[in-house]
C-alpha cells in the first residue's frame, strides 16, 4: 500500500486500488450495506425533487447499482446511465430495462458525454483529487432545468471529544485514508457555495445521520471499512491492532453511545432559460437517529 505518512498531505493513491480493491472477497458485500444504510434518504430526496417518468438519469460511481435499479424500478425513470471505474459489480447482477453500464473514469475529460435531467453522486467526490473539477464536470452534463445531486460524508467526531474506542477508531480512518488515497471530507459542508459557483440555481442541502445498532447494516459496513483500511489506520499511530478490535466489537454490543459519519446531500437545478424566480438558497441541517 503506498501510503504517505500522516501529516504528509493527502495521498496519491486511488480508491479501488491500494484500498476497497474491488476484487478483494466481499468489496461488493460491504458496499451494498452502505446501501442498505443509505439508499432510503437518497431515493426519499430524489423522489421529493420530483425525480420520476420522463427523466433519464446518469448515477456516477454507481457500485452494484442499487440506486441505478430503484430509480428504474420505484421512481419510474426513463433511462439510467450507470458510470464506475469498475463495473463487475454492476455488470454481475441482472440486467434491469433502461439500465446502461459504462465503465470510465470519472477524472479523464470527456469519459460521459450526454445531458441528463438527473446527475448524481454519492460517496464519490470525497475520494477525488481533482473533486471540484469533476463537479463543475458534472454540472456541465446536466440538462437546461435537470438536477445534480451530490451526497458525501461529513465527519461529526471532535478532536475535543473525550476519546472513546468508536471515535478513535473513526479518526484513524479519515486520517488513513487522506494519507492514503487522499480522501477528504472536510470541504463537503461547501457544496451549497460549489454548486451555485457551477451555475446552479434553487440550491440547498441537508444532513442525514443514521443510527447505530447492533448487528445493523451499518455497523457492519464501519467493521468492514476498518478491516479492509487497517493498514492505514494503523498507519497513523491514532490506533493499534488491539483498541481496532475493541472498537469493532463496541459496534456489535450495543454500547456504542455515538453518531455515526453523517451523509450530507446538496443539490441544484440548471437554469432552464425562462424568467423563473431563485428559490432559497437554505441549507437544513437535520439529524436523525
Same mark, same amino acid.
Given at each position: 500500500?503506498?501510503?504517505? +505518512? ?17 476484487? /478483494?472477497?466481499?468489496?461488493? !458485500? ?17 423522489? +421529493?425533487?420530483?425525480? %420520476? ?32 471505474? @469498475? ?15 459504462? !465503465? +470510465? ?26 473533486? !471540484? ?107 493499534? @491492532? ?14 456504542? +453511545? ?17 424568467? !423563473?424566480?431563485? /428559490? ?8 436523525? %437517529?
Amino acid at each position: 500500500m503506498s501510503a504517505a +505518512a500522516p501529516g504528509d498531505g493527502p495521498g496519491v493513491g486511488r480508491y479501488g486500488e491500494d484500498v476497497f480493491r474491488p476484487e /478483494q472477497a466481499g468489496e461488493d !458485500e460491504r458496499i451494498d450495506l452502505g446501501a442498505l444504510a443509505y439508499d432510503d434518504i437518497t431515493m426519499a430526496r430524489l423522489r +421529493a425533487l420530483g425525480v %420520476g417518468p420522463g427523466w433519464r438519469c446518469l448515477d456516477v460511481g454507481a457500485g452494484t447499482g442499487t440506486v441505478s435499479r430503484r430509480l428504474l424500478e420505484e421512481a419510474g425513470v426513463t433511462s439510467v446511465l450507470a458510470v464506475d471505474r @469498475d463495473t463487475r459489480f454492476l455488470r454481475a447482477r441482472p440486467p434491469v430495462p433502461g439500465l446502461d453500464v459504462l !465503465e +470510465a473514469d470519472l477524472t479523464a475529460p470527456g469519459s460521459v458525454r450526454g445531458r441528463f435531467s438527473l446527475v448524481h453522486a454519492r460517496f464519490v467526490l470525497m475520494h477525488l483529487a481533482e473533486r !471540484e473539477r469533476v463537479l463543475s464536470s458534472l454540472a456541465a452534463l446536466v440538462a437546461p432545468g435537470g438536477l445534480l445531486v451530490l451526497s458525501d460524508a461529513v465527519d461529526l467526531t471532535s478532536d475535543l471529544s473525550p476519546g472513546t474506542p468508536y471515535g478513535d477508531a473513526m479518526r484513524a480512518m479519515w486520517q488513513g485514508l487522506r494519507a492514503t488515497i487522499g480522501t477528504d471530507v472536510s470541504w463537503v459542508p461547501s457544496y451549497p457555495r460549489l454548486l451555485r459557483a457551477a451555475g446552479l440555481r434553487s440550491v440547498a442541502a441537508e444532513i442525514h445521520v443514521p443510527p447505530l445498532l447492533p448487528g445493523g447494516p451499518l455497523s457492519r459496513f464501519w467493521a468492514d471499512t476498518w478491516e479492509r483500511s487497517r493498514e492505514a489506520m494503523l498507519a497513523t499511530g491514532l490506533v493499534d @491492532d488491539a483498541s481496532l478490535d475493541t472498537a469493532v466489537r463496541c459496534l456489535d454490543s450495543g454500547d456504542c +453511545a455515538a453518531l455515526s459519519a453523517g451523509m450530507l446531500t446538496a443539490w441544484g437545478r440548471k437554469p432552464d432559460g425562462t424568467d !423563473e424566480t431563485d /428559490q432559497t438558497d437554505a441549507t437544513d441541517a437535520t439529524s436523525e %437517529g
